[in-house]
């Protein structure tokens, strides 16, 4: 029976979930941060599963004993009653049974982190950075709707709007796991402000999407990195003329893997707080430096994220954006829909969700469950 074998998949999950109750409560677990936070996130998505498998065991016992009564008993109010409660309870056990298979997937442990977008105007020029600067009001609407906070820490601005490029964090509950769909090429077709003819063209703006390296991720030896301050340009009035706000840092970071050395250079001028910028320039630095060590990681599990859902790949065109038409297609998934307006206004979670249930579908497949 298929619950039997669901039930046989969960057999040793309750132990591990008290051995690692016991781990997360020991002081010298506590004290390593690293092996903490793994165990606490294990620990959470455990107590997910086991939750689910206590209602699952509940309701397979309540229809054995409602099929128990059916074929024993002899009143025949008693067994309509039974009758009755299997009906409710059967339609229920296949749907329990999708949402634990579901919970079994292996998560992406980056998924519940806060994550860094990189938004770049690409081919197309100034209507490219124009797109660009769309993008981000996109994200930006989207983030506040789902109560996000998002932090810029660079950007250039394009000669006639929109950004060439712009950089920013954002904070909230499972970010980059959410917001990893949105990394590749998208496309846009319209007519640009600048076209006196009225014809359509095609641009192009990359977006990445990077998982927030977490202090203990990276190792940094902060003594070497170099520092310059300087004062920032743009608006502010006076604060900026006078105050050397703005922070450089100089980095050189060696790869793990080939051996070679590589300067990094991060400027940040997002406040006008000193301390502040620099705190955010070591966060962008840890990221980059995350980014790079774990590139490896990344190709691996380019299966696991589904190369036609959530590849990671910045160079992958991933969606296309048709003004004339008011489209949206999504082409991983062969989504389409005629809403463009309210989808550059931030309603993107339907398409989002649509990219989660195809990438579960097919990790299923995978996880033969």
């Not at 016991?22 to 165990?39: F, G, N």
């Not at 997937?105 to 977008?117: F, G, L």
């Not at 840890?286 to 190709?299: C, L, M, S, V, W």
Request: hydrophobic content about 35%.
């Amino acid at each position: 029976m298929a619950e039997n074998n669901l039930l046989t998949k969960l057999e040793g999950l309750e132990i591990k979930f008290e051995e690692i109750s016991t781990l997360i409560t020991d002081p010298s677990v506590i004290a390593d941060q690293k092996r903490y936070v793994k165990l606490n996130r294990e620990y959470k998505e455990l107590e997910r599963v086991l939750e689910a498998l206590h209602r699952y065991r509940r309701l397979l016992t309540g229809i054995e004993e409602a099929k128990d009564l059916i074929a024993t008993e002899n009143d025949p109010e008693m067994k309509e009653m039974a009758r009755l409660e299997l009906a409710e309870l059967e339609p229920q056990l296949e749907p329990m049974e999708e949402e634990i298979k579901l919970l079994l997937i292996p998560a992406d442990p980056e998924d519940a982190k806060n994550c860094v977008v990189e938004i770049r105007g690409g081919t197309g020029g100034d209507e490219a950075a124009i797109f660009a600067g769309d993008l981000f009001r996109m994200y930006s609407k989207y983030c506040e709707t789902k109560g996000w906070k998002i932090s810029i820490s660079s950007f250039t601005e394009g000669t006639s709007g929109g950004y060439k490029e712009i950089i920013f964090n954002v904070s909230g509950e499972n970010v980059y796991g959410t917001l990893k769909y949105e990394s590749g090429v998208h496309r846009v077709q319209r007519v640009p402000a600048t076209e006196t003819q009225g014809r359509v063209h095609t641009s192009a703006s990359t977006v990445a999407v990077l998982p927030e390296a977490d202090e203990f991720d990276v190792v940094i030896n902060e003594g070497e990195i170099k520092w310059d301050t300087f004062r920032s340009s743009g608006a502010g009035g006076q604060n900026v003329n006078k105050v050397e706000s703005g922070v450089r840092l100089r980095y050189v970071w060696k790869n793990p893997i080939t051996g070679e050395s590589e300067e990094i250079l991060i400027e940040c001028t997002e406040t006008r707080d000193q301390p502040k910028n620099k705190e955010r320039a070591l966060a962008r630095l840890r990221t980059f430096i995350y980014d790079k060590e774990h590139q490896k990681y990344i190709d691996d599990i380019a299966s696991r994220r589904k190369t036609m859902v959530s590849t990671g790949d910045r160079s992958a065109k991933i969606r296309t954006y048709n003004y004339p038409q008011g489209r949206i297609t999504d082409h991983r998934i062969n989504y389409t829909i005629y809403n463009l307006a309210a989808f550059m206004d931030g309603s993107i979670q339907d398409c989002i969700d649509h990219l989660i249930v195809a990438e579960n579908a097919e990790r299923m497949k995978e996880s033969e469950l």
